[in-house]
């Protein structure tokens, strides 16, 4: 039987205070409603577009078992202005696996856009964001992420432990279904501390400043048949978007 480690939930009020102090916050599916205003069952409405992902085509594994969609955004005090589709990029010091390429993938589905827990995220987010660092405007990647078993094993985190090049960065859980493994693991950046938990309920979040703390997820098998998992992830950056500046 695999151990499953509880995660460390962080209530919202310490969400800003834990991100100071460690460099990443954990919140439950209720914590993460209550950030942005909204219910869980909110939430619920964005699930179904995780049905309809494309396959990436830029493993370089060889695997064939992630599909994904992503989209990018502006965020400031005057509201979020959709950026017109462009390529997501990393550089080779980030993704080692990945880095240096303009990867492009289909976009978000506008009707997933349109959900009214989709700008409630965003903006909660930036507001925490700004809270904590001062900066008002954001540069905002949006990656929704389904993960299967189709090859036997999925990897949500193929490169291995790695920062994201960002400023902060937003791990939601959307759903897991027969799987074992995906475990989270935390790791000081310089330091020889970390976290390891695994992201149970739907719409329970992981939020780390990325200049403090690495991050991975373990590869996940099928418990009976095939599986997956789903995540969102959201990366905010200062000045630009990668690849701009």
């Not at 309809?52 to 085509?57: E, I, Q, S, V």
């Not at 990029?89 to 009214?116: C, V």
């Not at 400023?167 to 493994?181: S, T």
């Not at 695994?198 to 991050?215: F, G, K, Q, Y």
Request: hydrophobic residues 40%; contains cysteine.
């Amino acid at each position: 039987m695999v151990a499953v480690f509880s995660a460390p939930f962080t209530p919202v009020q310490s969400v800003l205070p834990a991100l100071r102090e460690r460099g990443y916050a954990v919140l439950t599916p209720a914590s993460v409603a209550e950030l942005c205003g909204g219910s869980s069952a909110a939430f619920d409405a964005l699930a179904p577009s995780w049905n309809d992902l494309a396959l990436d085509n830029y493993l370089r594994d060889g695997g064939n078992y992630r599909r994904r969609r992503h989209s990018c955004f502006v965020v400031d005090a005057a509201g979020i202005e959709q950026a017109p589709h462009r390529a997501h990029w990393q550089s080779e010091e980030y993704n080692a696996l990945h880095g240096g390429m303009r990867r492009w993938f289909e976009s978000i589905r506008a009707e997933t856009i349109a959900q009214p827990a989709w700008p409630r995220l965003l903006r909660a987010l930036a507001a925490e964001f700004t809270a904590l660092s001062g900066v008002e405007r954001w540069f905002v990647e949006a990656h929704q992420f389904r993960i299967d078993t189709s090859d036997g094993i999925g990897r949500p985190t193929p490169e291995g432990a790695h920062r994201d090049g960002v400023d902060y960065v937003a791990v939601v859980l959307v759903g897991r279904h027969g799987i074992k493994g995906g475990e989270t693991r935390v790791f000081e950046a310089a330091g020889p501390d970390g976290q390891r938990f695994t992201l149970l309920e739907p719409w329970s979040m992981l939020l780390l400043d990325d200049a403090r703390v690495i991050h991975e997820s373990t590869p996940i098998q099928p418990l009976d048949g095939q599986g997956h998992r789903d995540t969102l992830v959201l990366t905010y950056r200062r000045g630009a978007f990668q690849g701009d500046d």
